[in-house]
């Protein structure tokens, strides 16, 4: 009973002692001094958001496997390497021996097809040669032609004049008239003999004669030489007839002044028969000339024909076999590529300049396609990746500074155009170049961002002046050098800010607490530098 009396004894004095203490701590706490800010519509915000991210290299990649094979070098994790340097090597006998077996064939069909293609170009420049030559012969040819046939043509016309006057100086003697009275009548139809009959025949052939004498051009001309050689020739066989008819005649005649007469007749036909064969050798000439100029033409024209022919059989040639070529080359340079590939993927280079970060095999181990081999990352770049709420992302801007750690500065490069669906937030990605290795690739990093808001005025307060209860959000100001408790409406979070939509007006004092427990009534020491308020028209900075 003792020891429960003295302990009950014990307990009343703590407690009076305990309410001696609380009145002197408030009697002694008279002021409290804090931070307050005077309240101004603005119609722009800074404020600053903190948040963590990721570390990861900007470049960064693993490596896999592109063809089977069996590992047969590495380089060592933590050795750096450049662009292009190769960072692994596999060995594989089936791809080895498949690139080297393409590569011959390639060199192989390259080898053929250029010379079939040479070959067919030889083909087409000697058929091209010979195209020239018959084009040339076809021309000479033609002019050939053209000089036999004026020559045999020169020939006729010679022959058709002399024989035209062998012809005329004939028929002149047979005749009681000139040539320009178409010689009238025949000299001899008087004359006296016993042949009757023969001299009526002469007489009739007179007339035929000198017929087809008279129509006769004394000239020839090449353009109708052919039908004035038949019409000659026809009155030069008259011509032959009647002199041949009027020496008989006159054998048989009685007279002694016919003796000139029948001289002078036998002259003219020997001369006429003279003159009939040259007509018909001038005839065959001319015929013997064209028929040799056809087929001097024909066998040009055909030899130009057949050289045309070979010339685009070589033309046709020489296109099949470039396009031989090609399709062969084409599908040998397939094979070639398709080996090519997988011998090429034995060695792996280095997509960038970086460090080797990790294995996934070891030496001597058989991989396979898509097998993850090696990590490698470029760490002296690194970026951190962190994912903020979308009503924030509108405050920043590529290439906005953001502090990383408090200690270094880094660039914003990417950020998201849209935010997660899930989650409403946005990636945002900082970038630094780290030569001081201080970021280390995987690690965390805080990151603070610098936010800037501007659009309708408003009021807005640090987050950290406000209490928001489950009923109610209020703040305290300074009145009259005491703590006065208003309740405020709250709106749109500005970061560290919030926007008051009701409850507090501009000039009012907000107070700050900075950790300082504030109680309504409470006296409130400012202070002559207390005042953390902006002066501006349209904005401050609330921190």
Do not use: W
């Not at 094979?69 to 498949?98: C, K, M, W, Y």
């Not at 420049?125 to 045999?152: H, Y």
């Not at 530098?529 to 902006?534: A, I, R």
């Amino acid at each position: 009973m003792a020891i429960v009396g003295g302990l009950a004894l014990f307990f009343i004095i703590l407690a009076i002692f305990h309410d001696g203490a609380d009145e002197v701590i408030e009697d002694s706490n008279d002021a409290k001094k804090v931070t307050t800010q005077v309240l101004s519509v603005q119609d722009e915000v800074t404020s600053k958001l903190t948040t963590s991210g990721t570390i990861v290299p900007q470049e960064y990649s693993i490596i896999r496997g592109l063809t089977p094979g069996t590992v047969q070098f590495l380089v060592p994790v933590g050795e750096r390497v450049e662009r292009g340097q190769s960072l692994f090597s596999l060995a594989d006998s089936n791809i080895e021996n498949n690139y080297f077996n393409s590569l011959t064939s390639f060199n192989q069909t390259e080898s053929l097809t250029e010379q079939r293609v040479l070959q067919a170009e030889l083909a087409l420049s000697s058929a091209e040669a010979r195209l020239e030559v018959a084009r040339k012969n076809f021309e000479t040819t033609k002019l050939q032609t053209q000089e036999n046939l004026s020559s045999a043509e020169s020939t006729a016309i010679n022959s058709y004049n002399s024989a035209y006057n062998t012809l005329k100086h004939a028929l002149i003697p047979l005749s009681t008239g000139a040539l320009e009275n178409n010689f009238t009548q025949y000299r001899f139809r008087n004359v006296l003999g016993n042949n009757f009959q023969l001299r009526e025949l002469a007489i009739t052939q007179f007339d035929i004669a000198r017929n087809l004498f008279i129509p006769l051009s004394p000239t020839a001309s090449p353009s109708v030489l052919g039908d004035q050689m038949n019409g000659l020739l026809s009155a030069l066989e008259a011509g032959k007839v009647l002199l041949d008819t009027t020496s008989l005649l006159l054998q048989g005649a009685v007279g002694s002044d016919l003796a000139i007469s029948i001289s002078q007749t036998t002259q003219n036909q020997t001369l006429v028969n003279n003159a009939v064969s040259s007509v018909i050798g001038a005839q065959n000439s001319l015929a013997s000339t064209d028929i040799q100029n056809g087929l001097l033409f024909i066998r040009a024209e055909n030899d130009l024909t057949l050289a045309e022919l070979d010339r685009t059989n070589a033309e046709i040639g020489l296109d099949n076999a470039k396009k031989s070529a090609t399709i062969e080359a084409t599908a040998s340079q397939s094979q070639l590529d398709n080996a090519s590939y997988n011998f090429s993927n034995l060695n792996m280079p280095s997509p960038f300049s970086g460090t080797i970060i990790s294995h996934f095999v070891t030496l001597g181990e058989q991989v396979t396609v898509g097998q993850q081999l090696v990590e490698i990352g470029n760490l002296d770049l690194v970026e951190v990746i962190a994912d903020i709420d979308v009503e924030f992302s509108d405050a920043i801007a590529l290439g906005d500074k953001v502090s990383i750690n408090k200690t270094y500065e880094g660039i914003i490069s990417e950020i998201e155009p849209a935010g997660d669906i899930n989650s409403g937030k946005v990636r945002i990605t900082v970038t630094r170049d780290n030569f001081d290795n201080a970021l280390k690739a995987g690690g965390v990093a805080d990151l603070t961002f610098a936010l800037s808001f501007s659009d309708e005025k408003r009021l807005v307060v640090p987050i950290k002046s406000t209490t928001i209860e489950e009923t109610e959000s209020f703040v305290f100001v300074v009145e009259d050098g005491v703590a006065v408790k208003r309740l405020v409406t709250l709106g749109k979070i500005f970061g560290d800010k919030v926007t008051v939509l009701a409850g507090l007006s501009e000039g009012a004092r907000l107070i700050i607490p900075e950790g300082v427990f504030i109680s309504e009534g409470d006296k409130i020491d400012i202070g002559d530098d207390n005042d953390t308020s902006l002066v501006g028209e349209n904005s401050s900075e609330l921190e």
